[in-house]
């Protein structure tokens, strides 16, 4: 926030949380079409630096870089910032197929189109395991079809839901759909799988992942030959002195 006053450290971080909350709603129903995949704020010095994830860079920056202009003015005002005291960027996601925020935005267009849901969720979940992810879910829940509404699940993969590894592993989006008959909810929800650079996931691997090495093959140890030519048993030259005889009682 643009606030220079001193406060609180809990007043601050629900300012925070408040000025991310609406800068996400505001950019998300922007940048909805572009495949507005979440934001960043990183707070330096002398300016607050926004960076836009979306898989239509291009769409975002706009002619001659005027859409992302008129953003930056709009947040500025809103937020109350000082001239040039905050900068949007636009940077394009690596993996869309691993972004649940686009797959969801990707459906809920697929859906306002008219295609049907069961085609559409199965189109979505292909292509998320194509991109390399561990396990994905969707679920789309309301008036389907008839009257009445229902709720209708679709898996694919391995997928996980609790414990700590859930916050590294798990990228979940919801989004809702304004149909003729009603609002229909989307729930994307994609299991990363574990990468040690940490480009198309997390570098920790799950607790319970167990390696099983293959076995060593055995290795046969010749003797020298010397060793082997040798006797066991060398005679010596020692006289043993025999055991006296006990007495018998």
């Known amino acids: 926030m643009a606030t220079a006053t001193q406060m609180s450290k809990k007043r ?142 679709f898996k694919d993969g391995y997928m996980i839901s609790s414990g700590q590894p859930v916050n590294e592993y798990i990228d979940s989006a919801v989004r809702h759909v304004l149909l003729r008959q009603g609002v229909l909810g989307i729930k994307v929800k994609i299991m990363l799988d574990w990468d040690p650079k940490g480009k198309q996931g997390p570098m920790t691997p799950l607790p319970d992942l167990v390696t099983i090495h293959q076995p060593k093959d055995d290795e046969y140890v010749r003797r020298a030959p010397e060793i082997e030519a040798a006797p066991l048993l060398v005679p010596t030259d020692i006289d043993v002195p025999a055991m006296p005889a006990l007495p018998v009682a």
Request: aromatic share 8%.
């Open 12 to 153: 601050k971080f629900v300012a925070d949380g408040v000025f991310f909350a609406e800068l996400n709603e505001l950019l998300m129903r922007e940048l909805a079409e572009d495949g507005y995949s979440g934001a960043e704020v990183r707070v330096t010095p002398m300016r607050t630096e926004i960076i836009i994830r979306a898989t239509r860079t291009q769409n975002v920056l706009g002619e001659k870089g005027r859409r992302i202009r008129e953003l930056t003015s709009v947040v500025q005002k809103r937020f109350k910032f000082p001239e040039k005291g905050v900068e949007l960027y636009a940077e394009k996601v690596a993996n869309r197929g691993l972004c649940s925020t686009a797959q969801a935005e990707s459906l809920r267009y697929k859906l306002l189109g008219g295609l049907p849901v069961r085609r559409a969720c199965y189109g979505v979940l292909r292509f998320v395991m194509e991109s390399g992810a561990k396990g994905c879910e969707v679920i789309v829940s309301g008036k389907l079809r008839a009257q009445r509404a229902k709720a209708m699940k």
